[in-house]
């Protein structure tokens, strides 16, 4: 069983910057961050493959998150600039336990998930 142990969020003005990080207790391949608002669904974020060469990102922060990871460190990251306050949710981190990215957009393809953070940004 692999344990995801988040940290980061908190509270910041619009415009700011926040970064996520997310430590894998165990062996994971891909990995993806998703966040859920107050009322609304789970919605992805970013993800990326095990070797880190490929990333995907939501159409609504690319340009301002960046997604990243350390295998050293089995540490991945989610690098937030110019927060916005719909940007505003609980934000969680997720791990697959098999090789592949396809659908890495997808929730249900991943095995393990984080505690959840949650992200505030004030107007």
């Known amino acids: 069983q692999v344990q995801l142990v988040q940290s980061g969020g908190g509270l910041v003005q619009a415009g700011g910057s926040l970064r996520l990080s997310c430590a894998a207790l165990g062996r994971t391949y891909a990995m993806g961050w998703f966040r859920q608002a107050p009322g609304k669904e789970r919605e992805f974020v970013a993800a990326?493959?095990?070797?880190?060469?490929?990333?995907y990102s939501a159409d609504s922060v690319k340009g301002r998150f960046t997604i990243t990871r350390d295998n050293a460190k089995n540490t991945v990251y989610l690098q937030m600039n110019s927060l916005k306050p719909e940007d505003t949710a609980a934000y969680y981190c997720a791990a697959r336990s098999r090789q592949g990215f396809s659908g890495s957009y997808d929730a249900n393809t991943y095995d393990y998930w984080g505690q959840g953070t949650q992200v505030t940004v004030s107007s």
């Open positions: 990326i493959s095990w070797s880190g060469s490929s990333t």
